[in-house]
């Protein structure tokens, strides 16, 4: 077992619950140092498990050689793609990452922006940790909107199998657009292509659902816990604005260190809209249904990619979270 993890908030119920990571001992001060959002997702029953470091979200890279113009619907995004298909400049759309396993992350605006919802919601609108009706109206036609995306023949997404093949072949001119999220900024800017970046737009229509967000962050594990050197790195050095500073060098992204952030948001455009789609995302739960929750996911964005009727998706879908454990099964890392 390593002594200090770094991933996202949804891994906490499961890493609590098999016991595998202990709460770091932070300050008031330092605690307050974070952006509070960042803070309240590394909570988890009532304490705080883990240091933040990047907040993030899926973005729409366009490169604005090939496309000038911001689209603000999936409509117009799948025209766009269209006249550029027509035009012989690619033959690509979208290089979406999914891989053998899939990508829900990348997948969830999409099926929230076509008006469907994999969560309960409280009365402010913030996603609930319960399963949604699954098989819903709403539901199955933003399965149906995902599969048409995808569709050999007019879809516009083109699955990569992964992040690095989905870069490639946006900053190599073959794909027009990529979904990512803003850790790719770097890679993009060194490669000198001329982008912008954006939201994932949504389906024309009534007002739309936004994309799921993360918390990036350091855990300390219960072997790190015994070490005194693991200790004092994630409670003392993980925490100091000069290495924030320097992880924000070698990546530029928005960091949950509120001094950092606000030193980004002053000059970097992309860290600032990114940083904006944050604040208005959903945030991911943290609980241990979540190993469930993308594990069936997974198997609906690889079903919908090959074809397969949204309806009969969706009734497998929701077969599988209503049979979700109450514990998850330790993480794959662990086994």
Known sequence: MPHVLLGPQDWIGCL???????????????????????????????????????VDTPLLFRNTRLVPDEPTTIEELTSQVAQLRRSGATRCGVALPVGPEGEPFLMYPFLTGAGGDTFLRDGSGRVRPEFSDVESRAMVAALECFRSLTSAQHGILTPARDVFEAIKMFVSGRAPYLVTCAFALADLRRSGIEYAVGPIPPASGPARGPAFVSVESFFLTRRGAENPIARDWIECYLTRKDVADAHYRSQPRPLALKSQLAAALAHDDDVRLAYELWKTGDLMPSGVQMVDYWRHLRVAENELIAGGSAPAVARRLARGLAGAPATGAAPRLFC
């Open 16 to 54: 609590v619950e098999h016991d595998l990571i202990v709460p770091p001992d932070l300050s008031a001060d330092v605690i307050a140092s974070f952006l509070p959002r960042s803070i309240s997702a590394v909570t988890f029953d009532g304490k705080v498990y883990g240091v933040p470091y990047a």
